[in-house]
């Protein structure tokens, strides 16, 4: 149980355009998932908190126009990178909070953002 | 604000060692601390919770240790085996559910 997938596993775009990346909660519902990005031997930052029906909230320096975060449904988030520029490459994991109400977090594998 | 820190940042061992990775925090009013590892380009496996009421956690060859007054966790693995060469990164909860990652370990288990 408490599996988390990403759509895609790799995107490769080209500088300007835009692109959506989808995490799942296959079998539990989620009220609050979480976008991480890492950058190439560095460790995972926090970018916004995802909570279904409501606003995101985004951490400092993390510009919430050029990533969008939609939190439709209680096993869905989408983060959109909106005019996309080579230095927003990156590998974004999502995670979605325990259906148990405590405060571990299970964790997508990843999606690989390429930009040409 | 709080920070995490791995020590050391690689490490380099032959098969069959026994060895420590260390990870310490600067605020220790955390709710969990969890290990996890990280083969290149993949995403996270979660090796071991530890809630801020345990002192330990035990899976197979991994032991994890938690000490919340000195803001430090160690992990143990016992028996190196040239499978676990990974990225090794610790994670604190603290404040509304936010994971704190550490900076990582590099593990290389040479055979």
């Known amino acids: 149980g408490a599996v988390v997938s990403q759509h895609p596993s790799r995107v490769i775009c080209k500088s300007g355009t835009s692109v959506k990346i989808e995490c799942r909660s296959l079998?539990?519902?989620?009220?609050?998932m979480f976008w991480y990005r890492q950058f190439p031997k560095q460790s995972l930052m926090l970018m916004a908190t995802?909570?279904?029906?409501?606003?995101?909230?985004?951490e400092q320096g993390v510009e919430k126009d050029k990533f969008l975060i939609n939190h439709a449904s209680l096993t869905l988030s989408t983060l959109t990178v909106t005019s996309a520029h080579p230095e927003d490459s990156s590998f974004y994991i999502c995670?979605?909070?325990?259906?148990?109400?405590?405060?571990?977090?299970?964790f997508g594998p990843g999606t690989r953002l390429t930009v040409t | 604000k709080q920070e995490v820190t791995q020590i050391p940042a690689a490490l380099s061992v032959p098969e069959g060692e026994n060895l420590v990775l260390n990870c310490s925090f600067t605020?220790?009013?955390?709710?969990?601390l969890q290990w996890f590892r990280q083969d290149p380009g993949k995403g996270l496996t979660s090796l071991l919770l530890?809630?801020?009421?345990?002192r330990e956690q035990t899976s197979g060859r991994l032991n994890a240790s938690l000490d919340k007054s000195s803001g430090r966790s160690t992990l143990y693995i016992a028996a190196s085996q040239p499978g676990d060469s990974a990225t090794y990164l610790c994670?604190?909860?603290?404040?509304?559910?936010?994971?704190?990652f550490g900076t990582g370990t590099r593990l290389k288990v040479l055979a």
């Open positions: 995802s909570n279904e029906g409501s606003k995101a909230t985004y």
């Open positions: 079998d539990f519902q989620a009220t609050t």
């Open positions: 995670s979605a909070r325990s259906p148990s109400g405590g405060y571990e977090q299970y």
């Open positions: 994670a604190v909860v603290s404040g509304t559910y936010k994971y704190i």
């Open positions: 605020d220790s009013a955390i709710y969990n």
């Open positions: 530890i809630q801020s009421s345990q």
